[in-house]
């Protein structure tokens, strides 16, 4: 290959978020031509995944993301606290949410294999695992997120005794909780983000019980999102998925209640294997 074929096959790994295979090309590409273009391009890639050299400036990474949204005024905070001390924020979450359909295929999995506990990493700010625990009193349900912020806000919003939130680092979840101590348990859309996708999956299987199912999702078509740093490709899901126990492998598209998600051709891989 020349210059320019490793600047393209680049390119067009950058356009999918796929930042990781893109800097191997860049540098398999400078180690055979010293090209200065290709140089500059590499340095350009490799700064973009900076966050991943080390935990510290990956939370560091994703603090400053929160922190640089607009803050909201004094008032619009104290209403949210008031309309979540009142219950009001989680009865209408509790309405709306089931309308999504990642929600929709996550309850109907819980409830047809009788799960009776699940395990949300990178939960955010709450919203699954309490509508999830709300609607099935019958099952505990554990938030983990990397910011603290995000784990105030979830248990802001939560109401519910069978839900709780912990901050954590999703490599560590298999510290954090007993081997075969969990049912199901949920990566969505954070396996594009992360340092290492294999130590997270061995966490997450060494405190699955026998006959848990661990369910994973990843955007198709969303792309151009900074955050993102591998794209979950059909070659890479098979080679990442396809030889595990009672692999399964489903696309969702987006329904009325996924708002703003509703871009043509866009859709979420929704895979799920066992222990």
């Known amino acids: 290959m020349e ?5 393209e096959r680049a390119e067009s790994e950058m356009k999918v978020d796929n930042r990781i295979e893109a800097l191997k090309i860049l540098e398999a590409g400078y180690e055979a031509f010293k090209d200065p273009h290709l140089l500059r391009r590499l340095e350009e890639v490799r700064s973009s995944i900076r966050h991943l050299e ?3 400036r990956y939370k560091l990474f994703y603090r400053e993301i929160e922190e640089n949204k607009i803050t909201p005024g004094f008032f619009s905070v104290m209403n949210r ?11 209408k979450l509790i309405r709306t949410f089931p309308a999504h359909i990642r929600y929709q295929k996550v309850e109907e999995d819980v409830r047809k294999k009788g799960y ?5 990493v990178g939960c955010y700010e709450g919203q699954f695992a309490v509508t999830l625990g709300a609607r099935n009193p019958e099952i505990r349900v554990i938030g983990v997120d990397l910011l603290e912020s995000n784990i105030e806000k979830a248990n802001e919003l939560n109401r519910f005794r069978n839900v709780e939130f912990r901050q954590g680092f999703a490599e560590d979840i298999g510290k954090m ?4 101590s969990i049912d199901f348990i949920m990566l969505f859309e954070i396996l594009e983000h992360v340092i290492d996708v294999e130590e997270i999956l061995a966490s997450a299987l060494k405190i699955l019980r ?5 369910a994973v999702t990843t955007p198709e078509g969303f792309f ?3 955050q993102h740093v591998r794209h979950f490709s059909d070659d890479l899901i098979s080679k990442l998925f396809g030889w595990r ?5 489903k696309k969702l598209y987006p329904g009325p209640g996924d708002k703003g998600f509703g871009q043509e051709g866009c859709y979420w891989n929704y895979i799920t294997f066992s222990k």
């Open 245 to 249: 126990k009672g692999f399964q492998w």
């Open 224 to 226: 151009e999102y900074d």
């Open 3 to 7: 210059v320019e074929d490793y600047l």
């Open 116 to 120: 009776r506990s699940v395990l949300d």
């Open 54 to 56: 080390g935990r510290d």
């Open 210 to 214: 026998g006959g848990g199912m661990i």
């Open 81 to 91: 606290k008031i309309r979540s001390w009142s219950g009001q924020r989680a009865r």
């Open 177 to 180: 909780f007993p081997p075969d």
